[in-house]
């Protein structure tokens, strides 16, 4: 007993004099860890290497804007647009944005028609004078309206394509809105399909790729891949190249195959997130798939936008930063809205950042103790008249200039856009949250 407690105390003295011995300072440079960006590492972030002149294509007055621009053969290099804009008139087209549904369809332009599609799934046609010409509704007898979100349009060849939240793909007939036939898809089709040389190309579910025959509405192939449920709203329309369509999933995979066939060609993967943000544990893809040239760009939610080889799906370049819509590609560079709302351009053929400009985030709180309210959301960019076109749910249309960033001019948009702008006839054209066709010239 004697020795254990003798044994004891001569340890408790060890452990005393063991606390008192000085730690060693480790060599380096202190950080605060709350002094790092909620976005990430600094340091994995490179500066902007500032502007530079840009070569932009000479501004053209295009007739139509039929379809999605990530098709480079339907995408107008440089639509001509005067470089002040006016509200010249504006139309209600049905249901806008509510607090369980929202507008997404994009308008599309064709044959000196606008053709929109509201919340409650109702497409309807407009002349260029704002006069409505027919409407045509794509709820299903048995279903109400609440039971289905989003939708796409694309025009071709006279006949107008809708995709919907209820799994249909309708052939509508673009003079009388009569239809012509109509595909079950088995699943949502929340984005806007693309057409070219007898087929119709159409996401659903997020995990789907669809072909479409034209003329009969009946399937020539389709692709399945791994579904994910943390998705955001709104499937991106499929990508055509001269032979290949390049279709985006809800799990963040890009897949490349055959347009006539559906022969797979390659498979990519946007990988990587943003640290410290809830929202990058969403990854699916949101910029969507657009091809320039013999590169395809791809963003997703969570911080990553990403160049392949259109050919074999080589990834080209990576930057930490997501996308929320297509990019634009124009001269040498790619300008995009990132998931952090900037509107960055970035050199095309590596990456590298030249300017960035903040955009509006959320609604502005005067009581610090509340909450963040609403968020916004901007629209685009477009290139037009030379300038970087944004629409902001904020109520502003905003013009930036291509080679500096610099804000070059505001328009109002009443009650705030809800879909990207786009411009044919010298005259831009956005749908607000209240559900109205608004055009500026």
Not at 232 to 249: E, Q, S
Not at 348 to 355: D, E, P, V
């Amino acid at each position: 007993m004697a020795r254990t407690a003798i044994l004891g105390t001569l340890g408790m003295f060890a452990l005393l004099a063991a606390c008192t011995e000085r730690e060693p300072i480790l060599p380096g440079d202190r950080l605060d860890v709350r002094a790092l960006s909620a976005e990430g590492d600094p340091a994995a972030q490179p500066a902007p290497l500032g502007p530079r002149p840009i070569a932009l294509p000479a501004p053209v007055a295009n007739a139509a804007w039929a379809q999605s621009p990530v098709t480079p053969a339907f995408r107008p290099a440089h639509p001509a647009l005067d470089g002040t804009l006016s509200l010249a008139w504006s139309v209600d087209i049905g249901a806008g944005d509510s607090r369980r549904k929202r507008l997404g369809a994009d308008p599309v332009v064709a044959g000196g028609r606008i053709f929109t599609m509201d919340a409650d799934h109702t497409v309807r046609a407009t002349s260029t004078a704002g006069v409505p010409l027919w409407q045509a509704t794509l709820i299903p007898p048995r279903d109400g309206p609440r039971q289905g979100q989003g939708g796409g349009l694309a025009f071709a060849d006279g006949t107008l394509y809708a995709s919907t939240g209820f799994g249909t793909l309708t052939a509508l007939d673009a003079a009388t809105g009569a239809r012509r036939w109509q595909q079950d898809l088995d699943n949502t089709a929340t984005g806007a399909p693309s057409v070219a040389d007898g087929l119709v190309y159409v996401t659903s579910g997020d995990r789907t790729g669809w072909a479409v025959e034209t003329g009969t509405g009946r399937v020539r192939w389709q692709m399945d891949e791994v579904g994910d449920v943390n998705n955001v709203a709104g499937a991106p329309a499929p990508a055509l190249g001269d032979d290949v369509v390049v279709f985006a999933f809800g799990d963040g995979g890009l897949r490349a195959a055959f347009r006539q066939g559906g022969l797979r060609r390659w498979s990519a993967d946007l990988l990587g997130r943003r640290n410290g943000v809830a929202r990058a544990t969403v990854d699916d893809v949101t910029g969507d798939p657009l091809i320039a040239g013999d590169t395809v760009y791809a963003g997703n939610h969570s911080g990553r936008l990403v160049a392949f080889n259109l050919f074999d799906g080589e990834r080209l370049w990576t930057l930490r930063e997501g996308a929320l819509g297509p990019v634009w590609p124009a001269g040498d560079s790619v300008f995009f809205v990132s998931d952090r709302n900037e509107l960055i351009r970035a050199d095309a053929s590596t990456g590298a950042i030249l300017w960035q400009r903040e955009l509006p985030g959320y609604k502005v709180v005067r009581d610090p103790s509340r909450r963040r309210e609403s968020a916004y959301v901007n629209h685009g960019p477009v290139l037009a008249g030379g300038r970087l076109m944004v629409a902001g749910s904020d109520g502003v249309l905003r013009a930036f200039d291509p080679v500096s960033g610099a804000l070059v001019g505001r328009t109002a948009i009443p009650d705030g856009a809800t879909t990207r702008p786009v411009v044919a006839g010298g005259t831009l054209y956005v749908v607000n949250r209240r559900g109205q066709l608004l055009a500026y010239r």
